[in-house]
């Protein structure tokens, strides 16, 4: 298990003088790369795309999975919002970067996801096209007639695709109608670094975007053509964009600071595989046409509201908040990461909403399939036992009604927070945005853990043993420790801020043990070296080596 999957280890240790053995310790050593995501929570027709496009192109298949969710949320009804508590309410707005080296196929995984999308836009803009072309007609006679009034110009259609635009025109975009959009990029570096080369308007063009990620109502003031121009204040009903785009990493952590405004924190990061040999040959129509049937089906729907069912509410909801929260709290995490936690918390409702959405539209869905036995007595039977909000209006009004989100879903969307979404960050965090240095640090930890032979560790063992904290002051130590309370190695001997002692969970250094030999070995030569004053004694072998001869 990487250093950076809390799924199995304990993510606050208890406050506690003895432990036990928590059977699952988190690996300081291990190269980070992403774990996979977990197919088996997608309803049928996105898995079979995926698979399918997965052994055709060879391309990441988690990568693929998150580009088909997000062009899923793209393709939902931006006013679409699942309940997660008094007043609260999520829309299905995901933003997906797609972070990855050149060669693993970050363009084509975008192309295909938005594919569907895209003709639907096509199709749309030839409707209106000769629509528009018809009122030319009409305008044109009633200017030679002067009597006959062809009326107003047919309105752009909406839009679910948009790629190169300004602020000013995605405002537009999104004020035709309150459906919402998804933003597509190919490469993510040149969107943020436009922020920085348009130094006149990038501030408010990101701060526009910041706002997209939440939705709702939006004014856009221009110039525009003076008081005589209508279009020069832009009212926006609903300002939601998704966003789907790929990015390299050396170029994202070239990027400067994009944390403090938690731009950066509203991403979900999915840190890519390197590309497989596909199957040029392999078949890929069927699963395509399936995969655009329910992008159709999923874009033609009305805006609904959804709630979570008793069971999941208190099985799974509750406790994935608590979850979160308690990550929050962990010592050690940076700012911009703990931010990045923050936002999990809407993420994983929003998941929730996205899957039960695509799964309610999927036609090969199981739960699609109604058994005979479902009867009018069986219905009235399951509205007295959940009440009224757990079935649609007949005519398919959404005021005071919610659709249901089951327990299965739920757990299907914490499968995905806590093995693929949460490791996935906490890499992006460690690895790319602390460049290194935060992995490096903690391997220096680790190493002193298992070395030593102590099972109490007070923060004097930690200044004296680990040269990364010399001279650090208490909260300091507190935090680091904090970490590897998080990754399950140690427990905090009080519940003190600052505790006067963690301990070794038992089971550690037995579980590394041929780590603790390497780190024990370590230490001993370096010891060696500091004794002989700066180099490193000779062994014996070398010595014999010497005497003989190259």
Request: proline residues 7%; neutral net charge.
């Amino acid at each position: 298990m990487s250093m950076l999957d809390l799924t199995d280890a304990s993510t606050v240790a208890p406050q506690a003088k003895t432990v036990s053995p928590t059977g699952s310790f988190a690996d300081p050593y291990a190269e980070f790369d992403g774990p996979p995501f977990p197919l088996e929570v997608l309803p049928p027709t996105l898995a079979r795309f995926v698979k399918a496009e997965h052994q055709a192109m060879g391309a990441d298949p988690s990568a693929l999975a998150m580009a088909a969710l997000t062009a899923v949320a793209g393709a939902i009804h931006a006013e679409t919002v699942v309940r997660v508590g008094d007043s609260w309410w999520e829309k299905p707005i995901l933003w997906t970067a797609l972070i990855g080296a050149p060669s693993t196929l970050k363009s084509p995984i975008v192309d295909k996801a938005k594919k569907p999308l895209v003709r639907i836009d096509h199709q749309r803009d030839e409707t209106w096209r000769a629509e528009h072309k018809q009122w030319q007609r009409r305008d044109k006679a009633a200017k030679k007639s002067k009597t006959d009034d062809p009326g107003p110009p047919p309105p752009r259609p909406p839009r679910r695709i948009i790629q190169d635009a300004t602020s000013e025109k995605v405002a537009e975009i999104l004020a035709r109608e309150p459906s919402g959009s998804l933003m597509v990029h190919d490469e993510l570096a040149g969107w943020m670094g436009s922020f920085d080369r348009y130094n006149s308007s990038g501030g408010s063009s990101r701060a526009f975007y910041l706002q997209c990620w939440n939705g709702g109502i939006f004014h856009k003031d221009r110039v525009g053509g003076g008081k005589s121009d209508a279009d020069a204040e832009i009212r926006v009903d609903n300002l939601a964009l998704c966003m789907l785009g790929g990015i390299q990493p050396d170029k994202l952590a070239s990027m400067g600071d994009l944390t403090n405004d938690g731009l950066l924190q509203r991403f979900l990061p999915v840190l890519m595989r390197p590309a497989e040999r596909g199957d040029e040959d392999h078949p890929v129509a069927r699963a395509e046409g399936d995969y655009e049937k329910l992008i159709r089906s999923i874009n033609e729907a009305p805006a609904a509201k959804y709630s979570f069912d008793e069971e999941a509410q208190y099985r799974v909801v509750k406790p994935v908040l608590d979850y979160l929260h308690e990550l929050e709290q962990v010592d050690g995490f940076s700012a911009a990461l703990i931010g990045a936690i923050g936002k999990l918390k809407g993420y994983f409702a929003r998941i929730c909403l996205i899957l039960a959405i695509a799964e309610r539209y999927d036609d090969s869905a199981p739960c699609n399939k109604k058994p005979d036995c479902f009867t009018l007595e069986r219905r009235e039977s399951l509205r007295e036992l959940f009440g009224d909000h757990c079935f649609e209006r007949a005519d398919g009004g959404m005021e005071g009604y919610c659709k249901p989100i089951s327990l299965e879903i739920a757990k299907a969307a914490e499968k995905v927070l806590r093995s693929f979404v949460l490791p996935h960050l906490l890499g992006l965090y460690d690895v790319l945005v602390n460049g290194g240095d935060e992995r490096h640090r903690i391997r220096e930890i680790a190493n002193f853990i298992l070395a030593s032979d102590k099972d109490r560790l007070r923060p004097s063992d930690f200044t004296s043993g680990v040269r990364a904290l010399r001279g650090e002051p208490a909260q300091k130590i507190a935090e680091c420790a904090g970490r590897f309370c998080a990754m399950g190695w140690l427990v905090a001997e009080d519940d003190r801020p600052n505790p006067k002692a963690w301990l070794a969970v038992p089971g550690l250094r037995e579980h590394f043990t041929k780590r603790r030999e390497q780190a024990k070995n370590a230490r001993a030569e370096a010891h060696a070296i500091l004794r002989a004053g700066g180099s490193r004694p000779k062994k014996e072998s070398d010595k014999s080596a010497d005497a003989h001869g190259p």
